[in-house]
């Protein structure tokens, strides 16, 4: 049973364009969770994600960033037009339930130059 | 607005001696507590929590300690090993709702042979 699989591992954009980080949850997970690390900080938390669903997205910043979970396929956390400002490392998480503790992918760090 | 606090960035253990890393919340409202554990490169990784109901937990060298009325829980490692080498966040989240936890910004250990 992998566990949750997050690539690409690093990612490098320009400033200006779009960076796109695909989660894969563990097997019989339908909840996804998506955290951003930025250096010296704590993981603060972005959105909450159900099948075809977003139940929370109150961590997410108001402009250029989106994320889906479809029926099919990975969870993906879209960044537009990144900025110096996005380079984080970004950890998704799975979970079977809403209520179970997650399981955390090995993050995506994302470098704008 | 940090809810979660860990005041120690840093901590030197010896090898076989205890372990104790701390942790503060502000908000009233958290009734579950998680800490993780994290190598360089890798994803958190879930290690022990507690509900309110409790005011100890304990699995193996790791015990956690709850105390409501000063807002404060530690984690205790006895005896320390190598291996516990790593950054420790704190957690918390309101139970009964969704894995949204909010983290602190952790404390590395470094455990000395």
Redesign the interface.
């Known amino acids: 049973n992998a566990g949750?699989m997050?690539n690409p591992r690093h990612l490098v954009r320009r400033r200006g364009q779009e960076a796109r980080l695909r989660c894969s949850p563990m097997k019989g997970h339908s909840?996804v969770?998506w955290?951003r690390q930025l250096p010296?900080?704590?993981?603060?938390?972005m959105v909450?994600l159900q099948k075809e669903n977003i139940?929370?997205e109150s961590g997410m910043p108001k402009e250029r960033f989106s994320a889906e979970f479809p029926k099919e396929g990975p969870s993906i956390l879209r960044i537009q037009q990144v900025v110096r400002g996005d380079s984080a490392a970004y950890?998704c998480?799975s979970?079977p339930q809403?209520?179970?503790?997650?399981?955390?992918?090995?993050?995506t760090r994302l470098t704008v130059v | 607005d940090q809810q979660?606090k860990?005041n120690s960035p840093s901590l030197s253990v010896q090898e076989g001696r205890i372990s104790i890393l701390n942790c503060d919340y502000t908000n009233s409202m958290f009734d579950y507590f998680?800490w993780?554990k994290k190598y360089p490169?890798?994803?958190?990784?879930?290690l022990i929590?507690i509900s309110s109901i409790k005011d100890k937990n304990e699995d193996g060298r790791f015990t956690v300690f709850l105390n409501k009325s000063a807002k404060h829980l530690s984690l205790h490692i006895v005896p320390s090993q190598p291996g516990d080498s790593a950054v420790y966040?704190c957690a918390a989240s309101v139970?009964?709702?969704?894995?949204?936890?909010?983290?602190?910004?952790?404390t590395k250990l470094q455990v000395i042979p």
């Open positions: 949750v997050q909840h969770y955290y010296e900080e704590g993981l603060k938390f909450y139940i929370d950890f998480a979970s809403g209520t179970t503790e997650a399981f955390f992918g090995q993050g | 979660v860990q998680l993780y490169a890798e994803g958190p990784t879930f929590s966040f139970e009964g709702g969704y894995q949204k936890v909010t983290f602190g910004t952790g």
